[in-house]
């Protein structure tokens, strides 16, 4: 069951800002009269409602896909998904004409970042000295040394607060947040609150921050263990971060306390930032860490082959955030290199400081890279004259991405990769019910001919309509529920205002890009 413990309330992470004085950010808006009402109190046990009618894909081969079928909820969980489902006295959602599949997983977010969104839409990891738009601002100099060490406890939350609630909107129903804020309890406390505030499934990914005196990472884990996580069966978990970057004194304690408290490690892997002789020191053993099925590793570009087949050996898990790795410098996404090998990643969105963190860009762009790639290499087997124009793949060519496959990325192996896969991230009996209705009748979708064509190629958030999370409905019928987003909006303007003036960077609409 869903733990409520521990909520310690959004307004003290807002009472320095006179904007929210004696309001809430969260309150319920206003239903339209001309709608039908959500489900009353579900995910509530003993309250049932049945999804009706819609199609269903469920990413369980066990359970398998239904032009058109019915799910009953029951409290937090799935009680039964077919054909027809006969619940007298349950509430009905009505499905038809959607399509009903689980909750998209994003394994890979910075959401403290949400402030600067689009800030970097050129930005480069960091300064290649090209003096070009790409090199000047970058995410190393700008950000991370710069936007992210004056950030305020205040900061932190309405940033994860309006992140979170956006990814919710698209139909995220879990994500990592990859928490680089951490420079006091303070920070660490106000990123948890926003996670819970959001009402979504999520792991709170506890890294590291600028370091200055009062800052307690990696022992602070102890602490936020305690006071947040009592309890594994929590709608929001706990990941350590485990970057191997900080140094050798750092990364033998963050994953010594992981493993003392039971926790997944998660960490960058980037080539380009100077990361791979650290990893090859782990593949040779020389490390002072060990790898094993409790890592999850973000990105892997640019590492040796060595590296790969140590980690694939340990069963360790790669995060790929394929819009992000292609446009910012981190190296062409692995994902051959992973095929190769009979691995598969999972999908993350990364920084929203450069691209969107809906989960249809994910999937598109990894579909469309890897083809792109394998289908060069094929063409490139032939000599473009006739008949060798359309030849036949050789032997070991890679296979073509399918929308199959990266539908699993997004959902089914995202939830492995968090630990969460016994919970979530296909629609199975006896689950968690985390789930989304998509518009199969908008005018970019119909006529409907394939669901999972449909999902991967033609979608975007606005066919988002129902997002449902561990039973209760978090979004209904194309209204966020629970949030007063104009307020919310505003608060985050603030708080952009307030990191622009205290990082020193001109407010420019048009400047940066």
């Known amino acids: 069951m869903t733990s409520r413990k521990n909520h310690v309330g959004r307004r003290a992470f807002l009472k320095t800002s006179a904007a929210v004085a004696g309001t809430g950010l ?41 032009e058109t079928a019915d799910v009953l909820v029951e409290g937090e969980r799935i009680a039964a998904v077919a054909p027809r489902v006969d619940a007298p006295g349950a509430d009905v959602i009505d499905a038809r004409g959607r399509i009903v599949m689980p909750g998209f997983v994003d394994t890979h977010h910075h959401l403290f970042e949400t402030a600067e969104r689009a800030f970097l839409a050129n930005g480069l990891l960091l300064d290649d000295g090209s003096g070009s738009p790409s090199a000047r601002p970058n995410y190393g100099e700008h950000i991370l040394q710069g936007f992210a060490r004056v950030y305020r406890p205040q900061d932190v939350y309405v940033n994860a607060l309006f992140g979170g609630l956006s990814q919710l909107d698209a139909g995220v129903t879990t994500v990592l947040d990859v928490s680089q804020i951490h420079h006091s309890p303070e920070h660490s406390d106000a990123a948890v609150q926003a996670l819970i505030d959001t009402g979504r499934r999520a792991a709170f990914g506890y890294f590291e921050g600028d370091g200055r005196p009062g800052a307690r990472y990696p022992e602070d884990a102890r602490r936020i263990r305690e006071r947040w996580f009592p309890s594994d069966d929590q709608l929001v978990t706990l990941v350590m971060g485990g970057e191997l970057h900080l140094g050798r004194e750092t990364y033998t304690r963050s994953w010594a306390i992981a493993r003392e408290l039971g926790v997944r490690i998660a960490a960058h892997s980037v080539g380009s930032w100077g990361m791979r002789p650290v990893f090859d020191e782990i593949a040779a053993g020389t490390a002072g860490v060990r790898v094993g099925p409790d890592n999850l590793f973000i990105h892997m570009t640019g590492m040796s082959d060595r590296t790969w087949k140590t980690f694939r050996d340990a069963g360790a898990q790669v995060s790929l955030a394929f819009p992000i790795e292609m446009v910012m410098r981190h190296g062409t996404p692995p994902i051959l290199k992973m095929q190769e090998l009979g691995m598969e990643p999972s999908l993350s969105s990364d920084v929203e400081t450069t691209m969107a963190a809906d989960p249809f860009t994910l999937m598109r762009s990894a579909m469309i890279m890897q083809r792109m790639v394998v289908n060069q290499l094929v063409l490139d087997q032939g000599d473009l004259v006739p008949p060798g124009n359309w030849p036949t793949p050789a032997e070991g060519t890679p296979e073509l991405l399918t929308v199959r496959d990266v539908l699993r990325y997004a959902t089914v192996n995202g939830a492995a990769h968090l630990g969460l896969g016994a919970r979530t991230g296909t629609l199975t009996p006896g689950k968690q019910a985390d789930l989304v209705l998509l518009d199969a009748t908008a005018l970019n979708v119909a006529p409907l001919n394939s669901v999972p064509g449909a999902v991967v190629s033609l979608m975007d958030r606005t066919n988002v309509e129902t997002v449902i999370v561990a039973g209760r409905v978090r979004k209904w019928r194309g209204r966020l529920l629970g949030a007063d987003l104009g307020r919310l909006r505003r608060e985050l303007e603030a708080s952009r205002d307030h990191l622009f003036r205290a990082a020193g960077v001109p407010q420019d609409l048009f400047a940066y890009s």
């Open 26 to 66: 969260l309150a319920a808006s206003p239903a339209s009269a001309a709608e039908p009402p959500p489900p009353k109190d579900s995910g509530r046990r003993g309250r049932r409602y049945v999804v009706r009618g819609g199609a269903v894909m469920s990413m369980d081969p066990a359970v398998g896909d239904f």
